[in-house]
């Protein structure tokens, strides 16, 4: 058996919107999926 560290969620702390957020993206400085759902290195083609 391997561990799989959860996913840890910040209530809000989404930048954006104030909502639940991935660790994950707070670290790379992104929003939460619901303001951002599609942020694999896409950014900036607006
Ligand atoms: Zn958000």
Known sequence: MDFKP?????LHSCPNCGGAIKAERLAAGLPCDFCLPRAKGVWGTS
């Not at 959860?6 to 910040?10: D, K, R, S, T």
């Open 6 to 10: 959860l996913p840890a969620v910040y």
